[in-house]
């Protein structure tokens, strides 16, 4: 049965008119002062007649040189992910300290938590306030350990996850009675939980904090001091994401941070107007100032999700209509209960089916994986690498934690940006640049370097998919992009 959402019909000029795609020079515009604002020097975007826009070198640059560091528009850490790292929630670095890193880690295994699980959402709520705490609190840890049974779906953790270390000592890493040798060599900055008091977002500083609150967390706290119309029907969306596609969650903070930018620029109409004694903003919704806080999100290459997502290799081809189907009742399930939890009458064009569908389908079309290395496998390596009497006395102590952390102690945080200017790379098979993370870079920034010599003038190009892979299987990928490759080695290839 078709999902009909009501505001594609009603609004349709309005949804039109967000999703048409900029003009050449309001994109030059915009990227110019990007660029700008950024200070990333050695970059111009240009309009392309063939690809829409790309990225150009404004200087020479040598092979492994820094091209440039991209922050995020918007972006979310994988759900499954932060089990395994604590990380800021705003810029992605890692937070706390190596010891409760580990044991935080170490007490989720325990409990057998696993983040896919909404019905989990609560026990890792309360863990995550015990972790900013520096106090021991055995009774909350007790009353935790008691409600273990109570998980409802959760998956059982794997015989290796069970503990291996005292309940005690994992306590005393988590509220920092217990120091590792050597952890001092890698300090992490305090975490400074989220204002809005969920218990779930952290913070390398305040001003991650404030930045993040301003930009689209105000909306999503699922806190006491939430910004929502509805806590319950924004607990129930982030469920929803939880079980079902993270996407939704990135999806979610594109129409928040929309949202509170529409209302800002109103704000400021509204004292201009008053300085100027002129007739005030109307309340109804202006269409100038939506598009105005739309920029950002127009100047990303759109396609709806349903449309341009992947095929999966289990899904026969003659099944493939009502697959796309599937993907769209979807999408609309998400959208409604996102609508239930942050409705702006003023922005209702942004939760129309069509609006929403193209948001998604720009992260399908343009997200990069978020990546930042991990200080715990960084810690133990340096263990590792001590001369042999320190190394020996250091492994009494932290040799019984690696064992209880397993093959995966040096898993990485993980998760998926919309990064604006690494989105207008165009794709080659034989690229001349690749993101790649150097040892220095420890936030959720895009990294991308010269994988050669790259001349002023010439155009900066990433591969979307693995270059190594037979020419078909290439062509066969990047059709979900929506072109065919004629880059020299796809037409060296062809021939």
């Keep these: 049965m078709e999902t009909i959402c009501s505001i594609d019909a009603a609004l349709a000029s309005e949804i039109s008119h967000l999703l048409t795609s900029p003009s050449p020079p309001q994109v030059q515009e915009y990227f110019d002062n990007l660029i700008s604002t950024r200070k990333c020097h050695g970059i111009k975007v240009k309009p392309n007649g063939e690809f829409g826009k790309g990225v150009y070198a404004d200087l020479d640059f040598k092979e492994g040189e820094l091209v440039f560091k991209d922050q995020m528009l918007v972006g979310a850490q994988h759900c499954s992910n932060k089990i395994d ?125 404030e930045a993040d609150w301003e930009l689209s967390h105000s909306l999503l706290c699922t806190g006491e001091r939430s910004e929502s119309s509805c806590r319950e029907a924004l607990i129930k969306f982030i469920q929803h994401a939880n079980e079902t596609n993270d996407i ?14 529409y209302r800002k620029l109103k704000a400021t109409r509204l004292k201009e107007n008053d300085k100027c004694a002129t007739p005030n903003v109307s309340d109804h919704s202006d269409i100038s100032l939506l598009l105005e806080a739309w920029k950002p999100i127009s100047m990303g290459h759109k396609r709806r999700w349903w449309d341009c997502v992947a095929l999966p290799d289990d899904v026969d081809s003659s099944d493939e209509s009502a697959f796309r189907m599937q993907i769209r009742e979807l999408a609309f399930t998400s959208l409604q209960l996102l609508k239930a939890a942050i409705f702006d009458k003023e922005c209702e064009p942004l939760f129309s089916l069509e609006t929403y569908g193209h948001i998604i389908g720009m992260f399908e079309l343009n997200n990069l994986d978020l990546v930042v290395a991990s200080p715990v496998e960084d810690y133990f390596l340096y263990i590792d690498d001590l001369p042999y009497t320190e190394k020996q006395e250091a492994e009494q102590v932290t040799q019984p934690f690696l064992d209880a952390l397993g093959d995966d102690y040096s898993v990485c945080c993980q998760g998926t940006g919309f990064f604006p200017l690494q989105s207008c790379m165009n794709h080659s098979c034989c690229p001349n640049a690749k993101a790649f993370k150097r040892e220095e870079d420890r936030d959720g920034q895009a990294t991308l370097i010269a994988l050669g010599p790259i001349s002023k003038g010439e155009e900066v190009t990433i591969s979307y998919v693995d270059e190594d892979l037979p020419f078909e299987e290439r062509q066969a990928l990047l059709a979900d992009y929506g072109f065919k490759c004629k880059c020299p080695k796809c037409l060296q290839e062809e021939t």
């Excluded at 005393?172 to 305090?190: T, W």
């Excluded at 939704?248 to 930018?261: G, M």
């Design 85 to 209: 790292c604590l990380v800021c929630s705003f810029c992605f670095c890692f937070i706390g300290s190596i010891e409760l890193q580990i044991g935080r880690r170490l007490y989720l295994q325990g409990l057998g938590v696993s983040m896919n699980h909404g019905s989990d959402m609560e026990t890792f709520k309360h863990i995550s306030k015990d972790c900013s705490k520096t106090d021991s609190n055995n009774g909350e840890y007790d009353s935790l350990l008691e409600n273990h049974d109570n998980l409802g779906n959760c998956a059982s953790s794997s015989s290796k996850q069970i503990f291996t270390i005292p309940k005690d000592v994992v306590e005393s890493l988590m509220n920092g009675e217990l120091m590792l040798p050597y952890s001092k060599q890698f300090s992490l900055p305090p975490p400074v939980p989220c204002a809005g008091g969920c218990g779930e977002a952290y913070y390398c500083s305040k001003s991650c904090t």
């Design 248 to 261: 939704f969650l990135v999806a979610a903070k594109v129409i928040s941070s929309t949202i509170l930018r």
